[in-house]
Structure formats: C-alpha cells, structure tokens
C-alpha cells in the first residue's frame, strides 16, 4: 500500500474508501459497489475496461467533486462501506454459526488457475472458474481460507482470428500496476522473497495479493532479479507446452506456495488441491513435519488427515506425468529431506494406471489425501473406478473417490437486471431468498414474475448481447484493423429477434464443437427456416499448441462466411470471463455436446440455467443430475452406436426441428411463447439451489473440511454430527432435494 498510495493524493479523504474497495474483487460480484465505479464517472469506467484500479488513478478532480456535492451518491457510499467492512469481522457468517470454535485457522486453497476477472487472466477455462467461484462462495460464507496460485506475467492468450480463419496467440503482457494486485511485502517493507528448499536448480518466489472478499490469494511470481533468467520466466504464460517448465512451475505452486505461507506465519489447518498440478504442497507440508522432527509415516498420515483433492480428469491420458529423470534431477536433494529412499519417493508417484512410468500427479495427491473427490456424480464413478488399482495397493481404510458436484457462485453469474425482477416479485414472500438461494424451497415464489415480465428482461439482455458483438466488430472495421470476412463471421449480421444458440467452451477436441455441422444440409434448412429461423453464437479458444482444436474454429469460420449459411453463424473472439458473461445471459439456448463421459462436470451450462438460457445437452457431466424433463433438453443416454457423432448430430437436429424452433416461436397474442417462458423459470428453480456455489461449499465443509481441520474433534465426535452437517439438510443427495 505504501508504494501506490502517490497515486491517490487526489482521492478527498470522504471518498477514500474507493481505493480499497477497488483492490477487493468483493465489487465485482456487488451491484451496488460496481455502481459506486460506474456512476463517479460512466465514460472512464468503460475506458479502464471496468478496472476501478485504474479508472481512480485518471479520474479528473471534477468527477470527485461531483460526487462529493451529490448527497444520494454519498449516501449509497456510505452503505457500500457499511457492508464492506462487515467482511473484515468474521462474525455473523455462515460459517461462524456453525462452528463451536469460530477462531478456525483457515484452509490453504491450491490451484493452478483462477478465473475471476479479465484483469487478472489466470484461466484458461472451467477449472479456473471453478476455483475463483470456490473462494469468492467461501468468502461470503466466511469460511476461513487463504488461496494460492501463480502469477503469469503473460496470462493465457488472447485470441485473434486471422483471414484464413487461422487463431493467432497474441501475448501480452499484464500492465500489474493496475492490476487489483499489491506485492507481498516484508517487516521491512521490501518485496518478501522465499527461497524453495533443496530443489535443483536454486529458485526464489515473491508474491503478489489479490483480495478475493475475505480471501487473500496469493499469486506467486519468479519474476526477481534473483533468478537467472531461465528461472525468471517460469511462471510467464500459463499452461506451457514445455513438460520441463511446467514442473518447474508445479514446484513453484506446490513448495513456493507452502514456503509463502510458512514465511507470512499463516498457520494453515488443511490443505486442499484443486487438480494434481500443486500437489508437490503435500511433499512440502511433509517435509516441515519431518525437520520438525517426525518420522516420514507420522508427518505423511498428519498431512493426509488433513487434506482434501478434487480430480477432474475422467481419462489417465489427461493427468500430469513427468519423466522420473526429471523429477529426480530437481528433487534429488529433496526427497532424502522426507526422511525417505530413492525407491519410496518414487512410488508416491507411481501410476497404477495407463502402465508406463512416470511420476503421476494425481497418484501423488490420490496418495496424499485423505479426502478425495470427483466434481460430478458421474465424474466421481468414472475416476473411482480408474483409479481402483490404486486403492488395491492402500491401506484398507482408506475412503474411495467421492463426489460432490461443481456448483457457480450465483451473485457473480446472475445478471444484475434479472436479480432486480426476481427481487420485486419474490422478495414480498421471501425476503432471503438471494441469501438462502441453495435452499430449494425459497424458489417457490418464482411464478410470481408475470411471463412478460421475465420474457422482456430475457429480450433486452438478447439485444445487449448481439449490440456488443456488432459494436465491437464495427470499432475493429473502423480501426482497420480487420478485413470484410472478419466482420461477417464475427457476427455483423446477428439478428436480435432470432432464436439464438450459444456454444461457448474451450476448443478441445472431446468438446465436438463442429458436430452441429455433422449434416450441413440439415443445419441449413433449420438455420435458414424463413419463418422460423435460428443462429448460433460461437466463442472459445484452442490451446496455443492444439493445432486439431485450431482446425475446427477454422472450419466454423469458414461456415461463418458461406453465404448458404445465412449469416446464421458467428464466430467471436477471445472468449473469457466478458463474453461468457453476455452469451449466459443473453442468448436462448445453451448447447453442450462433448464426447461422454469427458465433461468432468461443465459449469457454462449452469451459468446458463441459472439466467433462464436453455440448456440442451447431451447427458454427462452435471446434465446427468440437473435435467428433470421440464427444465432443458437432453440426448445422447449412454447408447453405444457404432457411429456416435452422427447419431448425437440427428439427435440435435431432431430435438431442435421438434421442440425447441416450435415452442420459442410458439407466441401468444401478447407477444410471450409463454410454454418457453415457463422451461425458463423450471431452469432457474430447479439449477440454481443444486448448482450454487453455496450448496457445493457446504457440501465441502461438511464432507471434507470439518474432518481435515480437526473440527470433529472439537465439536461432533461422538455425542453429535457436526453442526455444519445438519446446515446442509437441502444439500444434493437428500431425498428430495431434486
Ligand atoms: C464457465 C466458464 C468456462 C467453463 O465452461 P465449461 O462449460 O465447463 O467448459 C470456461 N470459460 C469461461 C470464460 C467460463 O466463464
């Protein structure tokens, strides 16, 4: 704080508490501190790409003293404050009610990715979400946590589509001094470094911190003028292709990551992994145990107990493994630390599956942790049963892989507009309903909204979304910085009034993203249906080394600008935290057609579900528990055909040509296809308690976090369950939940 707060001389005391609540992302997911932002100055808010950071470092003095002569602007000021210094106090949480000894020491949360916002690029797709979800819901629950991950000075790449429909990986590197992040500093004031202890090469760590609410992340960065430059750049891009810097980098989450918070004194309870990437913590943690004086079995049972491991990945082929000779080079001096062989070390990382060696990541963890669990009912049972070999070789106590299903934390993804709707025809009967929204019982109310209420929102977030494609195309044509093909593929030629489907995702192979084109001659007649017609939005990114995923956005946008299409087609670029945004809220129905049982879990769909986009997705992932009959569309149940994508494709065609193009344009007198209006409000009762963040993190705590912290042992074990377990009652698994 010391080192920015130059830049803010000119903020007047009375509006001072800007300037932190701009380094807390708490206002990203707070309608009413985001509007604090918006309204000092609406053209400089849009200007700073929605960065506080950066829009209150320019702001001209006569945007403060408008505000400080506008009495409602301080007023609402003030209650913005009010609320944001509850975050400091813990009292009054979710988690405090619940727990006999609220003083909990807090859970050290890895991951490799972290989407949040667009400022801090550290995603490439779901896993990310999942995690910045994760911590925002444990903020407002007040669970006690602190999050790791890596600081990329270049983040993912941003994505440009070339003439030839080629992704170009345009870098670029992150401006962090107006980026919602601060160095960690030491007592001294000074960039606090670590160093990782008995690693080959010698490697040092500094830190950044981002205010997640109540949680600190803490991103860390090698970036120092105290490695050799080799050293300097492991963490610049995320996910290299490169298997020597992505160990690195793993070392530098996992042991950086346990050293940071061993030299900040936070004095950690449990750790839980998100993915096997920052699993090398556990080895760590372990090590301190052992130079603490424990022998390796007492040290790794203490570590075990105490940690949690959520695996995605449905197929061995997906999972880290890295070359044992690697590995022994850069832990060499290490593992005899542990107290432990040659021999011993390596058989932590063992994999029991897909033969051949290799130090296996998620062995690692698997073998590390107590806890372990899928995302998803079906994700759980896919890894559970993949990793079978593994539990013949353990300790007969141990618990099989779990499950408990992804879930988005809904204050972030619910659209402001929408939450507003809700509010005035709920709140009368349900006053808690934002708060209690994993309770199922508080969506009674929602066939309060009048159909044509619900349906104009639904019309005016369609428009915003087609309006900010076009916009944004229009400004790349004036700029000359795009050609005519550009223009049309990128979805010039969208029209707001037709029934618009959304496909959104990483484009990784598994994910089928050309299937819709399985038939062009069949998709041509249902996108070009005079009176009925249809248009499909695509947006996503290849892997900058997946050269097949890169071939299939070529050919979308290829079909993009052939005429016989229709200008049904859009391709837009760099999909990220924005324009996931938009399409969730704006467009009609949301497809989803990955090769099962792939999608570990998929959350762009509950996205989706929660704003009344329709889903219709083949049966995996979470669709296997959130389809109900009345609330989506579902194909694909688990038939072996010989041909499976040209049998998934028909499926698609039939369920659009017979159900979805009838009833969207099915319109009432009124204007209102008041049948789709009603899947629309089943999809937001039914999807958002199930598939909250809340529900996911109350699951977490009950199932894995009470036992890994030791909080059993201080408030259920024996006389009984613990508190934060009966909390749950609406939790998914009970009898009726769904
Ligand atoms: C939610 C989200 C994802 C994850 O989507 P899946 O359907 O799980 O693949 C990926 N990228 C962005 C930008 C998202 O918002």
């Not at 051949?356 to 590390?368: D, E, I, K, Q, S």
């Not at 013949?392 to 299903?405: C, K, S």
């Not at 041509?524 to 248009?535: A, D, E, F």
């Amino acid at each position: 704080m010391k080192s920015t707060s130059h830049y803010y001389s000119h903020i007047p005391e009375r509006l001072s508490g800007l300037v932190d609540l701009s380094y807390n992302l708490w206002w990203s997911w707070n309608p009413d501190a985001k509007a604090l932002f918006d309204e000092l100055n609406p053209q400089g808010w849009m200007d700073s790409g929605h960065n506080p950071v950066r829009m209150l470092r320019q702001l001209p003095d006569e945007f403060l003293h408008r505000a400080l002569n506008d009495r409602q602007y301080l007023r609402r000021y003030d209650a913005v404050m009010e609320e944001f210094l509850r975050l400091k106090q813990s009292e009054g949480t979710w988690f405090a009610g619940r727990m006999a000894d609220p003083g909990n020491r807090p859970i050290a949360y890895f991951s490799a990715e972290y989407g949040l916002l667009s400022t801090l690029p550290f995603f490439a797709g779901g896993l990310g979400f999942l995690a910045g979800d994760h911590i925002k819901e444990c903020s407002d629950l007040g669970v006690p946590m602190v999050a790791v991950g890596l600081l990329y000075s270049n983040g993912y790449l941003h994505q440009r589509i070339g003439e030839e429909g080629w992704q170009q990986n345009a870098e670029e590197r992150i401006d962090f001094s107006s980026a919602p992040v601060r160095r960690v500093l030491d007592e001294e004031g000074c960039p606090l470094v670590v160093e990782l202890p008995f690693i080959e090469p010698r490697i040092y760590v500094s830190g950044w911190r981002a205010k997640v609410g109540r949680v600190d992340l803490l991103l860390l960065d090698t970036d120092i003028e105290e490695n050799d430059p080799a050293i300097r750049n492991i963490t610049s891009r995320l996910y290299t292709g490169d298997a020597q810097r992505r160990l690195l980098q793993e070392i530098v989450l996992g042991i950086g990551g346990i050293r940071m918070l061993a030299r900040l004194g936070v004095d950690f309870s449990a750790v839980h992994l998100n993915e096997g990437h920052p699993a090398f913590a556990l080895l760590e943690w372990i090590r301190m145990l052992v130079a603490d004086g424990r022998s390796f079995d007492e040290a790794a049972g203490l570590v075990m107990r105490s940690s949690v491991f959520t695996t995605h990945t449905p197929v061995p082929a997906g999972h880290d493994v890295f070359p044992c000779n690697l590995i022994g080079h850069h832990f060499g001096r290490f593992y005899p630390e542990l107290g432990i062989g040659r021999d011993h070390f390596f058989a932590l990382g063992d994999q029991p599956v897909g033969g051949h060696g290799g130090f296996n990541m998620t062995a690692l963890a698997l073998r590390l942790s107590a806890h372990n669990n899928g995302v998803s009912r079906m994700n759980g049972s896919v890894s559970r049963e993949m990793w079978r070999a593994l539990w013949q070789e353990m300790a007969e106590d141990r618990d099989p892989i779990g499950y408990i299903t992804n879930g988005i934390h809904i204050n972030t993804w619910l659209n402001p507009d929408l939450r507003a709707l809700i509010d005035r025809y709920m709140n009368p009967y349900c006053p808690r309903w934002l708060e209690n929204h994993d309770n199922p019982s508080s969506w009674r109310y929602i066939n309060r909204i009048p159909d044509e209420d619900l349906w104009h929102v639904h019309l005016a977030l369609k428009r915003k979304l087609i309006d900010r494609i076009r916009e944004y195309k229009r400004r790349d044509w004036a700029n000359q910085q795009t050609h005519p093909g550009s223009v049309l593929a990128g979805g010039a030629l969208l029209d707001p009034t037709v029934l618009t489907i959304g496909f959104a995702r990483r484009f990784t192979t598994y994910k089928r993203a050309g299937l819709i084109f399985s038939d062009p001659e069949r998709l041509k007649s249902i996108l070009n249906n005079p009176y009925k017609p249809v248009q499909i939005i695509f947006a996503g990114k290849a892997h900058p080394s997946d050269d097949e995923g890169k071939r299939i956005i070529q050919s979308i946008y290829h079909r993009a600008r052939q005429p016989e299409f229709g200008g049904r087609i859009a391709f837009v670029e760099d999909y990220g935290e924005e324009i996931a945004k938009y399409l969730v809220h704006g467009v009609d129905v949301w497809l989803n057609n990955p090769l099962p049982p792939m999608e570990a879990s998929g959350t762009s769909g509950m996205k989706a579900a929660l704003n009344g986009v329709l889903n219709l997705s083949i049966l995996d992932g979470w669709w296997l528990e959130g389809y109900n009959g009345r609330n989506g569309w579902a194909f694909g149940d688990g038939s072996s055909v010989s041909d499976r994508d040209a049998a998934d494709a028909a499926a698609i065609y039939d369920i659009l040509e017979q159900q979805v193009v009838p009833r969207y344009y099915a319109v009432a007198g009124d204007g209102v296809p008041h049948e789709w209006v009603k899947m629309m409000k089943e999809s937001i009762q039914s999807n958002c308690p199930a598939f909250s963040a809340r529900r996911m993190v109350k699951e977490y705590v009950a199932r894995y976090y009470n036992p890994a912290m030791g909080c059993e042992e201080r408030c259920g074990r024996g006389d009984a369950p613990s508190r934060a377990c009966e909390s749950v009652k609406y939790a998914a698994g009970e009898p009726g939940y769904r």
